[in-house]
């Protein structure tokens, strides 16, 4: 599975490559991110194209991943800019429809690999027509503004009442790359990182963000902040291989248990003052 993380920092970009982060994330998208999500825990990134520049000479090992507005007026020009930086994949947020995903590959040419990140009722429903689109490298799930299109509560409800299976068939069956969300440290987080993970697992999915549970990691002392990340890496990729050798059984065992976790956190949230603020950090996805 490949694990991604987000920052803007050369720095924190190398500690993760050497920690074995396989995608370092500078994240461009700030057309309508406070509107949708200012009233809410979340991180909103304010990166740059000089970020992207910075990063970009940092890594040799791990990728780079830069996620870009949603189509505008300026998309030619920005995927112009961050294909000529080097990205190795280009995300882009917030689409609807088929013609945005067609728009979107035209713009990159196979210069990146083109991520969709579905983060809009209106994308799952019309997800068969848009995985029609020929260029489409990977789809991301992004919980976060996907629960709030929704109208939900939590972001992993959608998760946990089995709206991404269908998707992950669909994709399966057209040979794109899933991935899933975000999550956090294996003993962190509100919901159980391993339940997480199982889920993963269960629909085939081959990526996952990390939260801001591991950005936390980064601002330790430098020597202090490699060998933690490192280790906690490490427990991530060990317990993926633990539940790739699980049985269906058990799978679906833990996708029960998810749920009913969910359901509590939603129930929770019901009754408190502001339903809509995080109850512990490092839940979240990271600027999602």
């Known amino acids: 599975m490949d694990f991604i993380l987000i920052t803007n920092d050369a720095i924190r970009a190398g500690i993760a490559q050497d920690a074995g982060v396989d995608f370092v994330m500078v994240d ?10 200012g009233h809410l825990n979340t991180v909103i990134s304010r990166h740059t194209m000089e970020d992207v520049a910075r990063v970009r000479q940092v890594l040799r090992t791990s990728k780079l991943l830069v996620r870009v507005n949603p189509l505008f007026e300026g998309s030619k020009e920005e995927i112009d800019q961050v294909a000529e930086m080097g990205a190795d994949a280009i995300m882009l947020p917030m689409f609807t429809r088929p013609s945005e995903a067609s728009e979107f590959v035209s713009l990159v040419k196979q210069r990146a690999e083109a991520w969709l990140l579905l983060e809009t009722a209106a994308a799952l429903v019309r ?11 990977a789809i991301h799930v992004g919980l976060n503004d996907l629960h709030l299109s929704l109208g939900l509560n939590f972001m992993f409800e959608p998760l946990a009442h089995g709206f991404i299976d269908p998707l992950g068939r ?3 069956a057209c040979g794109v790359k899933l ?10 987080g509100l919901l159980n990182a391993r339940l997480v993970l199982s889920e993963h697992v269960r629909l085939g999915s ?42 269906t059984d058990e799978l679906r065992e833990n996708h029960r248990d998810l749920r009913e976790a969910v359901r509590t956190i939603v129930d929770a949230r019901a009754k408190s003052a502001n339903p809509n603020k995080a109850l512990v950090p490092g839940t979240d996805l990271a600027t999602q």
């Open 206 to 247: 081959r990526q996952v963000i990390l939260s801001r549970d591991f950005l936390q990691i980064l601002e330790l002392p430098e020597s202090e902040a490699r060998t933690t990340l490192t280790y906690e890496i490490s427990r991530l990729r060990a317990e993926v291989q633990r539940l790739r050798a699980s049985s």
């Open 28 to 37: 461009l998208e700030i057309n309508g991110k406070v509107a949708r999500q």
């Open 170 to 172: 669909l994709v399966a």
């Open 127 to 137: 997800v068969d027509d848009i995985l029609q689109v020929e260029g489409i490298d």
């Open 179 to 188: 991935g899933i969300g975000g999550v956090a440290r294996l003993g962190g």
